[in-house]
């Protein structure tokens, strides 16, 4: 499990004083639970009872109910979805997030659950997390769903850093430090505090590794990798990896 209470904290601290959700009511998605008015296991008579339009949607299984997408089976909801064309902010526990303009990594963050790294598909970038919680970017927007709560069969990341943003919006992804019980995930890779220099090639290919442009310093080992965003600090007489920044993208 993540041990992100400090960082969420402040993670919605930052969320909630910005000016860009004045006066503006944030659908309220609750992992594991459900989203607006509508909750898992509810049946076809409950939604109906909401006073919300339902038409179908692009499959048997999947009904329109107002702005939110349903998916049944046996006529109990499992799944509820919302989709940045219908929902300008999403309300994440204490926090309120632009749903179109905030990256994956800090959804994460705010989730509150144990994700899994993000998963690149044909048709749509994938982040999962174990409280049931699903997001997806696609090239209409962005797509956030509420599922039964389920463990993730892949390793899941105590930290993001979101590279090629290190004074964006997302500060608090713009750094994090490594130890022997935790990792750092950047998109799709899981870095842990075993690599060592020259594990970069391995992970970064080797059309990269020579775009990694290193600085031995005292007692670190410093690796730009200009075009992935990215600055690994390699530290200790072991120079293992102990800690990731983001650093400006170079086209």
Known sequence: MRTLTPLLIAFAHLAL???????????????????????????????????????????????????YEVWLEEDAVVTIGVDSADHSCIKL??????????????????????????????????????????????MAGKTVRVEKAKALEKETCNAWVEPGTPSGPSKLNAAADLSEKTNVCVQNRVLTVDL???????????????????????????????????????AGPTQRLSRVESITLRQ
Request: net charge negative; glycine share 12%; with cysteine.
């Open 17 to 67: 004083s910005s000016s860009a959700f004045a006066g503006a009511t944030c659908t309220e998605v609750q992992p594991s639970k459900g989203v607006g008015p509508l909750t898992l296991g509810m049946n076809r008579a409950a939604l109906e009872a909401t006073g919300l339009t339902i038409e179908k949607g692009f499959t048997d299984k999947v009904l329109e109910v107002g702005p």
């Open 196 to 234: 060592v220099p020259d594990d970069v090639a391995s992970l970064y290919g080797k059309a990269h590794i020579s775009t990694c442009e290193q600085q031995d310093n005292t007692g670190a080992t410093l690796l730009d990798c200009n075009y992935s965003g990215v600055r690994l600090i390699f």
């Open 93 to 138: 526990g204490s926090a309120d997030f632009e749903l179109p303009a905030t990256s994956l990594e800090s959804l994460a963050v705010g989730s509150g659950g144990a994700c899994a790294p993000i998963q690149y598909n044909t048709g749509a970038t994938v982040l999962q997390c174990d409280n049931g919680v699903v997001f997806l970017e696609h």
